[in-house]
């Protein structure tokens, strides 16, 4: 019999997000990243006060509680005897509860012998039997309510920003100037952030932001989005744009693809291997794969470092990295290209990674099993474009629509392990609705002629595959729109995205139609981009119909305009 302790916390964009200012969101997110990832981490201090032998630091040592998953904000632990599990729950939520009394998360204590599984009737051995039924009652736990504490009765006072129940403002949390903590209101979960921004001197240091530095050198990051964030480009400063006006940040997504798909193969084809067998296995693939969403995170920086660097800080603010998900706010023209580069390295950094899994699975794995394995992952994510001086509070619920957007297409084009997208929109105001209610709102017009038109695709793919638009393609778009012959210059599409906004869509034709009876010589270069963009059979260039739905790229061109950057372009304006 093998006994086993799953743990997860759940919801993590939202805790991070929950006030809304950047202070509160870096110290959350440097916090919940020593929960249990590091060996200095929070696991690490409850397991020596519990005093039960442990291979949480080393894989290979022998212990009383072993892990198979110790990365992202969640563990799996399993050991031969109930006490030291019992224990190890008992005085583990205790300390997240205390630590962090606004999170929410799910656990399940299980346990699990040699026999057949219980719905394929196949031999298993008892810790992956515990180990599949423990992911079954944390499924089922996610759905339970959970009771937070202090509790907040109508009759306490609550904290502004959080509708949490208001607790006294410690000393350490008195950082903020006199005038703020005097009016502000703190839950417990914000007054404990304040004071791990000061004992921990975030303002200069963090666990999380050395993950994202680039060969192994100490780079800071800024704290202040108004006043510490560098907005300048050259880009800006050429065309001469005010302050007010440069102040776009981006906030960028990223989750990876075929996650569940390696580790169903890896289940079912280990489901009656050796017990060491199964956990080293199933430890080495968790590892890898943080090393290789950190290296690609890093091999992304660089071209933060490369261009976006002032005085050793660099122009963006590290806030999620665990397991295959990165969550960061960047300087908006540099979002693009740090998200292209992180999923293309991330495809080459997890095929490094997964290496020895796949190998495992294909010696253990029957034919069904290995059938159709890939021996790599990828990633999809989504950008939001937004003023610094906007509220973050509901933006995380938005990018991550946008990433689901991109993983659609995804999904769409390989159910096992799609090629990477990733989706995109910029936002002129504060929105608060579901995402697609927002494209509703900002980005879809209705046509008598069509009924409805988007004039923004639903994602682009970051490397070309098949007949499916890709960033390539739009990017090629853009430097035909914004050549100096060009029949239609993005003032023109401007124009006739007025009067498509307006509902007049014979006026918009009229445009477009009128531009390329006046060029010479550009016209089919023109329409070329645009087919090579949609692989539209359609007799329409500008837009075409894809799902049953009518989409336009013109409002993607627009973000360019305002976004585009390429880094071998800063090369040779240096």
């Avoid at 072993?66 to 031969?80: D, E, P, Q, T, V």
């Avoid at 719905?119 to 944390?138: D, F, H, V, Y």
């Amino acid at each position: 019999m093998t006994y086993c302790y799953l743990f997860e916390a759940k919801s993590i964009q939202s805790y991070l997000f929950k006030t809304g200012k950047l202070k509160d969101v870096i110290a959350a997110s440097e916090r919940l990243d020593v929960l249990v990832d590091d060996n200095n981490s929070v696991l690490i201090e409850v397991l020596e006060q519990l005093g039960y032998s442990h291979n949480l630091a080393d894989k290979e040592a022998r212990g009383e509680i072993k892990f198979l998953r110790c990365k992202g904000a969640a563990f799996f632990a399993y050991s031969n005897d109930k006490a030291p599990l019992q224990a190890l729950r008992n005085i583990w939520t205790l300390t997240v509860l205390q630590l962090f009394p606004g999170l929410e998360f799910c656990d399940a204590l299980v346990y699990g012998e040699d026999g057949p599984d219980k719905e394929t009737n196949e031999p298993s051995k008892a810790l992956q039997n515990a180990i599949k039924l423990g992911q079954q009652r944390l499924a089922a736990d996610r759905n339970q309510a959970k009771v937070n504490l202090p509790l907040a009765p109508a009759i306490a006072e609550v904290s502004q920003r959080t509708g949490n129940a208001q607790v006294p403002t410690s000393k350490l949390a008195r950082f903020a100037p006199k005038e703020e903590v005097e009016f502000e209101r703190l839950d417990l979960d914000t007054d404990l952030h304040r004071q791990a921004y000061e004992l921990m001197n975030l303002k200069h240091q963090g666990a999380l932001q050395g993950k994202y530095s680039p060969n192994e050198q100490k780079y800071t990051y800024p704290i202040d989005l108004e006043n510490d964030f560098d907005f300048s480009t050259e880009q800006n400063a050429h065309s001469g744009k005010q302050n007010d006006e440069r102040k776009d940040i981006a906030l960028v997504h990223i989750d990876g693809n075929g996650l569940g798909i390696i580790l169903r193969k890896l289940n079912k084809a280990l489901k009656d291997a050796d017990e060491s067998v199964y956990a080293n296995a199933y430890r080495t693939f968790s590892e890898g794969l943080a090393a290789a969403t950190q290296k690609a995170a890093q091999a992304a920086t660089q071209l933060v470092a490369d261009y976006g660097q002032t005085n050793n800080r660099l122009a963006m603010r590290p806030l999620v990295l665990g397991g295959d998900d990165v969550t960061l706010l960047i300087r908006a023209d540099l979002a693009l290209p740090w998200s292209e580069k992180f999923c293309e390295v991330f495809k080459q950094t997890s095929k490094e990674a997964l290496a020895s899994t796949v190998k495992v699975i294909k010696q253990y794995g029957d034919a069904e099993v290995t059938k159709d394995i890939k021996d790599y992952l990828s990633a999809s994510g989504g950008v939001l474009f937004q003023k610094a001086g906007h509220p973050f509070t509901n933006s995380h619920h938005l990018v991550e629509g946008l990433c689901e957007k991109a993983k659609r297409l995804t999904k769409q084009i390989d159910n096992n392990v799609g090629p990477a997208a990733l989706s995109f929109l910029r936002l002129s105001n504060t929105a608060t609705q579901h995402v697609e209610q927002v494209i509703k709102q900002n980005v879809t017009v209705t046509l008598e002629e069509l009924e409805k038109l988007t004039t923004a695709l639903p994602a682009y793919l970051v490397e070309p595959h098949s007949h499916y638009p890709c960033l390539a393609d739009l990017y090629h778009l853009f430097d035909v729109c914004t050549q100096p012959s060009t029949p239609m210059t993005m003032s023109k599409w401007r124009q006739l995205l007025t009067h498509l906004s307006l509902g007049d869509m014979a006026e918009a034709t009229r445009i477009y139609a009128r531009a390329l009876t006046l060029a010479k010589g550009k016209k089919s270069e023109l329409e070329d981009a645009f087919n090579q963009l949609s692989k539209s059979q359609n007799d329409t260039t500008w837009y075409w119909q894809q799902d049953g739905e009518w989409f336009s790229p013109l409002s993607d061109l627009m973000v360019l305009e305002r976004f585009y950057f390429k880094p071998v372009d800063a090369v040779e304006a240096q």
